[in-house]
């Protein structure tokens, strides 16, 4: 079936760098919009950053001028490049993509991965 997988997560002080990879698999013809979401301990899933198939991107305020979304088309890869970090960034970070087409099982709406950990301690 369509899965997405994320790599990238781990332990990093407040200031540093991460990235995060979050890679399609399934036969994959095309992936329209993949996001980047995240989850706090005891907060709601937030949107972090959308990038479109055309390569529009949009951010949420909390992570402007810090963190950039892009993708590899080729690669059925998105990437989220996470710079500055707070510890407040810390959280689950999920990947979604909202349809897949695949060459081998159709289409797929609203995917999304089992999450990668990120954790910035101060």
């Known amino acids: 079936q369509v899965q997405l997988v994320e790599s990238g997560g781990g332990l990093v002080q407040a200031g540093g760098s991460l990235r995060l990879s979050c890679a399609a698999s399934?036969?994959?013809?095309?992936?329209?919009?993949m996001n980047w979401y995240r989850q706090a301990p005891g907060k709601q899933r937030e949107l972090v950053a959308t990038?479109?198939?055309?390569?529009?991107?949009n951010y949420a305020d909390s992570v402007k001028g810090r963190f950039t979304i892009s993708r590899d088309n080729a690669k059925n890869t998105v990437y989220l490049q996470m710079n500055s970090l707070k510890p407040e960034d810390t959280a689950v970070y999920y990947c979604n993509a909202d349809r897949i087409v695949s060459s081998l099982y159709g289409r797929a709406f609203d995917i999304w991965g089992q999450g990668t950990q990120v954790t910035v301690s101060s």
């Open positions: 399934g036969s994959i013809f095309s992936i329209n919009v």
């Open positions: 990038i479109t198939s055309g390569g529009s991107t």
